[in-house]
């Protein structure tokens, strides 16, 4: 098991940048996929993009291709998540996740391990 430890977030203006980290403990992490999820004030948890271990392929949704970037970094254990071009329908809590099937990476229900979420709010 694998336990992920978030940081970074906060408040921007639209068209600003955030970066996020999720910290990893156990020597199993490189052998996770990590995912990326937000969830909103009345909305369901909404996967973000997430990245393969074993050739560091990359997904997106459609609402942050383009502007956001995922990228991890087994050495260090973490992972993050670059945020550009903020818009105020970005603002959320934001979750990192490990799994092992990045063929339903973008399903909350397939992940074994969450960090515990951290605010981001983009204001206009």
């Known amino acids: 098991q694998v336990l992920l430890v978030q940081s970074g977030g906060g408040s921007v203006q639209a068209g600003g940048s955030l970066r996020l980290s999720c910290s990893a403990s156990?020597?199993?992490?490189?052998?996770?996929?990590i995912a990326w999820f937000r969830q909103g004030a009345e909305n369901a948890r909404e996967f973000v993009a997430a990245?393969?271990?074993?050739?560091?392929?990359?997904s997106y949704s459609d609402s942050v291709r383009g502007r956001f970037s995922i990228s991890k970094d087994d050495a260090e254990n973490a992972a993050y998540l670059q945020m550009d071009s903020l818009r105020p329908e970005d603002t959320a809590t934001y979750y990192c996740?490990?799994?092992?099937?990045?063929?339903?990476?973008?399903?909350?229900?397939?992940?074994?391990?969450w960090g515990q979420g951290t605010i981001v709010t983009v204001s206009s």
């Open positions: 990245i393969r271990w074993t050739d560091k392929n990359t």
């Open positions: 996740a490990a799994g092992r099937n990045f063929e339903r990476i973008s399903d909350a229900n397939t992940l074994d391990a």
């Open positions: 156990g020597p199993t992490f490189r052998f996770y996929h």
